[in-house]
């Protein structure tokens, strides 16, 4: 078996922080490790370094190297511009020279995981579905009717795989409604689509051919003539759509994908209500006995609360001080000050995409 990390992205949901020419995978936002560090740490024993692959913007290469100094630099591919993930997947699927029949893991390089025994469990489940020639994704086990996740939903009866159970896919559920995602969870059935794959490299490369053939004929043509210029011609002239989109929800409604659902403190850090969260969560499991159950202020640098709940800073060098906030996310970097509700973090994207536009005055 082994990985491909992707590392893709803007950099744009958590900025000022995470920047296009620094995104979030390569950002230390929860300890002395970036997130792509931590992905791939994770893996092992698992995956070792050397069955490890990434994903990546060109432009980015040289992050990736300088953080995963054990990955072979044979094992770093560059796009020339990011397509999502369904090109990404399929640039992996015809680059990497392994056996057809060897499984291939596909996750992101920015999910945090607080189970990192109990991930690895799951991932050497879905290895063993993934060998029966189906396309396998790994499930978030809902704790909440979360409409900003898109949904994976489970048919019947569930079959026991290194016992864990596993289902056949019954279909994809794009982000729901609050109505709706309560409805998905009282079924049961339901889980949050994490973006975390396992197949064989024979099964996803016919499944991209069949569902995805604008996207899989014209890189199955560039891999084979090794000429980095019809890279660099053809890919920007890809359909930009992700793997779900192209793949997986087709194949779901042929009966050939099924679920390996974990629950194992998954988040995506997606925004940055998610990161304090994911702070607050940690700083409960670290709480020694008789600290206040749920800290009011958490974050990095330097930094001094008075009275304040459910805040993140995230300082630098500059001391920054908090005075009777609640629901606040403040972010300091040289050039940038962010203060937002965390009610709205998840429009940090689109503000960040609208000020990249603006002209210059």
Known sequence: MYAVVLAGGGGTRLWPLSRPERPK?????????????????????????????????RRHLSLVAEQLPGIPAANLIGEPVGRNT????????EAIDR????????????AHILDEAGYRAALAAAEQVARGGVLVTLGITPDRPETGYGYVLARLPAREVAGRPTFEVERFV????????VELLATGLASWNAGIFAWTRASIRGRLSRHAPDIAGPIRTICASGHASDLDAAYPLLRATSIDYAVMEPASLEGAVAVVPMDVGWSD???????RDAWMAAAVANATEGAAATPGVTGTGRRRDFGSTNTLVMAGDRLVVTLGLNDVIIVDTPDALLVCSAELSQEVRRMAQEMSEEKPQ
């Open 25 to 57: 995978p390569f950002l230390q936002l929860l300890g002395d490790r970036s997130l792509i560090q931590s992905c791939v740490a994770r893996l092992s024993p698992l995956v070792g370094p050397a069955d490890v692959y990434v994903v990546a913007d």
């Open 86 to 93: 369904a090109a990404a997947i399929a640039l992996a699927a």
């Open 99 to 110: 056996p057809d029949d060897e499984v291939m893991l596909v996750l992101p390089a920015d």
């Open 174 to 181: 794009e982000k729901p409604t609050a109505e709706r995602a």
């Open 269 to 275: 850090l997606g925004s940055w209500s998610a990161l």
